[in-house]
């Protein structure tokens, strides 16, 4: 397995805000990582495949960075819908593990 | 349009069996993988597996193998995740999703509304 660990935890951020979240593999998993979007009550959403590969509908206000262990998930200009709770996967080999994610509170 | 359709809620006792379905619509449904996710609740994600609808071959997450099966029924373009002795440790939420190669790079991109299954002891 490959675990992964995701910082912070939870942060809290205003409408507007420019908002970024870590993401670290135990290994060099080179840039197979995709990050995901959970809203409350809903099943997730892929964001950003590839650590920086735009999902297709997915606003341009999403970007992803990084390669080997550490990645990056940045929102610019956080809106309403974007309180959330974001999920970074690794892709590099099964089993396809997640880390334990980000929440974004509203402030 | 692709669209994945799972149950909305199973409820069972522990020790009985169980199967759950994600029933795939809008694609060749033995193009994609399809791979299942588990949601304790208030906690994150899990990988649980994956199957090949075109073969019926089935990956296991390590944590899963031997409790779980997957399944595929490609005359109902249906996956299936089966219990055979249900415990209260499986009370979740499961969603299955396309599993999708994306240049050589993995990554679920649709997914079902997943279905809540509920044990009580």
């Known amino acids: 397995d490959i675990p992964m660990a995701q910082s912070p935890s939870s942060l809290s951020a205003s409408v507007g805000d420019r908002v970024t979240m870590t993401c670290r593999a135990s290994q060099n998993i080179i840039n197979f990582l995709s990050w995901y979007q959970q809203r409350p009550g809903k099943a997730p959403r892929l964001l950003i495949y590839?650590?920086?590969s735009l999902q297709g509908g997915v606003p341009s206000r999403f970007s992803g960075s990084g390669s080997g262990t550490d990645f990056t998930l940045t929102i610019d200009s956080l809106q309403p819908e974007d309180f959330a709770t974001y999920y970074c996967q690794q892709s590099y080999t099964a089993p396809f593990t997640f880390g334990p994610g980000t929440k974004v509170l509203i402030k | 349009e692709v669209q994945l359709v799972q149950p909305g809620t199973e409820v069972k006792k522990s020790g009985e069996s169980l199967r759950i379905s994600c029933e795939g619509s809008g694609y060749d449904f033995t193009k994609y993988w399809i791979t299942w996710v588990r949601q304790v609740p208030g906690k994150g994600l899990e990988w649980m597996g994956r199957?090949?609808?075109?073969?019926?071959?089935?990956n296991y997450g390590p944590s899963f193998q031997g409790h779980v099966t997957i399944s595929t029924d490609t005359s109902m373009s249906t996956v299936y995740l089966q219990w055979s002795s249900l415990t209260a440790s499986d009370t979740a939420m499961y969603y299955c999703?396309?599993?999708?190669?994306?240049?050589?790079?993995?990554?679920?991109?649709?997914w079902g509304q997943g279905t809540v299954v509920t044990v009580s002891s």
């Open positions: 199957v090949n609808p075109a073969t019926s071959y089935v």
């Open positions: 590839a650590a920086s």
């Open positions: 999703a396309t599993h999708r190669d994306y240049g050589g790079h993995d990554a679920f991109d649709f």
